[in-house]
């Protein structure tokens, strides 16, 4: 049989790519949500003020709390599909900010968009291996 696909054995281990995916990006969001807590905390309540979101305090925690809780949740692999659904509309948010004034974050749009894109697609494929919730084949 004719293949197009340089390394067809390695689609076996397909379920180790949302694996991948979904560790790098929990640890992603347990480091922006620190930041939130701590470092960037300043900077984010004025960012939120410019916004116009208030209050600024509180919501700078609360999203701090929940990029910590939903890193938690990808690195140990439970309710992956709702927290990817949870943390890339918080990406896509933080990419809409950035596009709209480049000066409020931190970081840049490309980043917003690798994260954005990433949370799609555990959303679409699902946890992967080593996770509590492993797909049913």
Known sequence: MQTFNIFPQLFTYTLIAP???????????LN???LKLSKERSGWIASLNILGI???G???????IIEIIGGLLLIAG???QL??????????????????EESILKRDMVFYLLLTAICASLLLTGAGLFAVDVPLL
């Not at 509180?58 to 701090?64: A, D, E, N, P, V």
């Open 19 to 29: 694996f991948i995916l979904r560790l790098v990006l929990g640890f992603i969001f």
């Open 32 to 34: 922006l949500g620190s």
């Open 54 to 56: 208030r209050p600024t």
């Open 58 to 64: 509180f919501f700078t925690g609360l999203l701090g």
């Open 78 to 80: 439970v309710y992956t």
């Open 83 to 100: 927290t990817a659904l949870v943390l890339g509309v918080i990406a896509l948010c933080e990419l809409l900010i950035e596009y709209k």
